[in-house]
């Protein structure tokens, strides 16, 4: 055996994948009415837990709609009408980003942060006439609301940027969107993660920090060395890298217990929103060195130039992050852009390196959960972080990258044996003065954590298969179009020979068809979400139209491959020790309508 599986938490992932599939035609056969029973079961949990994530989606979406109309009120509020028209434009004054290296952006990508130069000089403006008779007591209240808006923030803001072999004008309009925000001079820190193991990065790296001279507090490069002992290469190994030696070098000029870090990837468009948001939340928090805080993900900066199938298949993956955040306790799961204290990076021991933390954001979750007895907490910051969909030349090619991003994504898999293993641990006081909570010392949030980990990894693995094939194959097994594929007489049909499994039998038949009613309530919730987001916070002029509602056509092909098929591979591939090259998905980036430049490369072990 494995040395890997010597625990018993390490044989779940692969014994519930391989028994999803092996009951299938199993079932029907060796255990009729049990497994009908089971199967009640799960499409019943399973539609109950869809529209509870429903809900939770819908209030997380209005959420975000409320953010950013708030943004836009108090931005409204603060300009002269003759600037209106120009902050809620499409095309803006690339100036104003960064100067002399707007070279590196386009204008399609433009997002709300760009404003940000003319609302400073529209406060002054409107500020100097506040004691006009004219101004109603509501109008000086919302300015006072402003000005304190605009207040320098409390914290520093180191932004992580893994990136390896990523287009060179991509990671510069990652960075330059970074550098439009008003207090980035002053309280932005940029720590840029190379991997020594790209040719040429130190120049790279050089080049990017040159460009952006002056821009930020600080500006830091690091290059993660490929032959660290028992690490797993990856954007964990990467990120633990840079925020050690990044923390190391801010720690000699920085109180730590200002610093919060923000992990991001080289593509995510973070608007000066999500910093005041983040800001606002810290501020509030009674214990702001236990939180994760963790905004939506969204697809929106290319989802015009991919096939239909990526574009839903990455629709469902935002959906499925937004409905994660509606947690009531704060136990959710960040997704690619997260950010957390320098205190609690550095108490948890900083992000882990090895096969099992390959999926990174939720692993650090975790990790922070387990190290700190249950204290931290997951906080939604309701501000939309715009992502690229994997782009490649080709169809299929298309089709082939994206389904390399899947596999790469369930790979996290590993996270079950680890939240398992740790949650069957006893717990330990904290060493801190912090003192565990009540409803840790009684397991529940442990449980719930558990669950929660199970069901992001072991729904996909097992109601792909239940959902597609269990009815139709019990139907052709049991009850056969022609009597010679009859593998039982009517009369020893063990459904039909009892009222009660025949009942039951009409009920599981009835219960696929309603399955996939809160899909269609949470496509409807974020079609309208996706308008008002490009609309309201992006500024597009293109958004999604009546004819995109086509695209769903390819919703089952979409989870099945992108979903179903990884998951259960991932799975099942926990039965061997050998480790998996990471492969980088590729991605496009139009420089000032130049050809496309993109990437996809792999980071062999």
Not at 206 to 228: D, K
Not at 288 to 306: G, K, M, Q, T, W
């Amino acid at each position: 055996m494995s040395h890997h599986l010597t625990s018993p938490s390490e044989w779940v992932a692969p014994t519930v994948s391989l028994l999803s599939l092996a009951i299938l035609p199993l079932g029907p056969i060796l255990f009729p009415r049990a497994y009908l029973i089971l199967l009640f079961t799960y499409f019943f949990v399973f539609l109950y837990s869809q529209v509870n994530h429903l809900c939770k989606f819908y209030l997380t979406a209005r959420r975000m709609r409320r953010t950013i109309n708030k943004w836009n009120a108090r931005l409204a509020a603060t300009t002269p009408s003759s600037s209106c028209k120009t902050l809620s434009g499409h095309n803006d004054n690339k100036n104003n980003i960064n100067g002399n290296n707007n070279d590196h952006h386009t204008t399609h990508h433009s997002d709300h942060h760009h404003h940000h130069p003319m609302v400073d000089n529209s406060i002054a403006s409107t500020s100097s006439r506040i004691e006009s008779p004219n101004l109603t007591r509501e109008r000086m209240v919302d300015i006072e609301e402003k000005l304190q808006y605009y207040e320098d923030p409390r914290f520093m803001h180191a932004f992580i940027i893994p990136n390896y072999c990523e287009p060179e004008a991509l990671l510069r309009d990652t960075i330059g969107r970074l550098a439009s925000h008003r207090n980035a001079k002053t309280h932005s820190i940029i720590i840029l993660a190379m991997e020594q193991s790209e040719a040429g990065y130190e120049e790279k790296g050089r080049r990017i920090q040159e460009a952006f001279a002056g821009q930020f507090l600080q500006f830091i490069v690091t290059g993660h060395p490929s032959n660290i002992p028992g690490e797993s290469r990856g954007k964990g190994s990467n990120v633990a890298y840079a925020a050690r030696h990044g923390c190391a070098e801010l720690s000699e000029r920085i109180d730590r217990r200002r610093v919060i870090l923000t992990v991001t990837d080289s593509d995510s468009a973070i608007p000066e929103l999500y910093v005041r948001e983040m800001e606002d939340t810290l501020n509030k928090a009674d214990d702001p060195y236990h939180l994760l805080l963790a905004p939506p993900i969204f697809f929106s900066r290319n989802c015009f130039e991919v096939p239909a199938a990526v574009r839903v298949t990455d629709i469902t993956w935002s959906a499925m992050v937004m409905s994660n955040l509606g947690n009531s306790r704060g136990i959710a799961f960040p997704c690619s852009t997260y950010s957390l204290s320098m205190v609690l990076a550095e108490r948890v021991g900083y992000w882990d390196t090895g096969a099992d933390a390959v999926g990174e954001d939720m692993h650090m979750f975790l990790k922070c959960f387990f190290k700190t007895n249950g204290q931290a907490r997951t906080v939604p910051i309701h501000v939309p972080i715009n992502l690229t969909n994997v782009q490649t030349n080709g169809y299929l090619s298309n089709i082939n990258a994206r389904y390399i991003q899947a596999k790469r994504h369930y790979n996290g898999v590993a996270d079950v044996a680890y939240t398992l293993r740790n949650a069957m641990k006893q717990s330990t006081p904290s060493s801190s003065s912090y003192s565990c909570s009540p409803s840790f010392s009684n397991g529940y949030d442990k449980l719930l954590v558990c669950l929660k980990v199970l069901e992001a990894h072991m729904i996909p693995v097992t109601s792909g298969w239940l959902m597609f094939a269990a009815v139709p194959l019990m139907q052709f097994i049991l009850f056969p179009p022609y009597p010679l594929f009859a593998l039982v007489s009517p009369m020893e049909n063990p459904i039909l020979t009892s009222d009660f499994y025949a009942n039951l039998w009409n009920i599981v038949r009835l219960l696929t068809v309603f399955l996939p009613f809160p899909l269609f309530g949470t496509l409807a919730v974020y079609e309208h979400m996706h308008r008002s987001v490009d609309r309201e916070l992006l500024r597009k002029v293109e958004s999604r139209r009546w004819t995109n509602l086509f695209d769903y056509v390819t919703l089952p092909i979409a989870a099945w491959l992108f979903m179903t098929l990884p998951s259960t591979l991932a799975c099942v591939k926990r039965l061997r020790k050998k480790e998996e090259q990471y492969i980088v998905a590729e991605k496009f980036f139009k420089d000032d309508g130049s050809a496309a430049t993109g990437k996809i490369e792999a980071l062999v072990v």
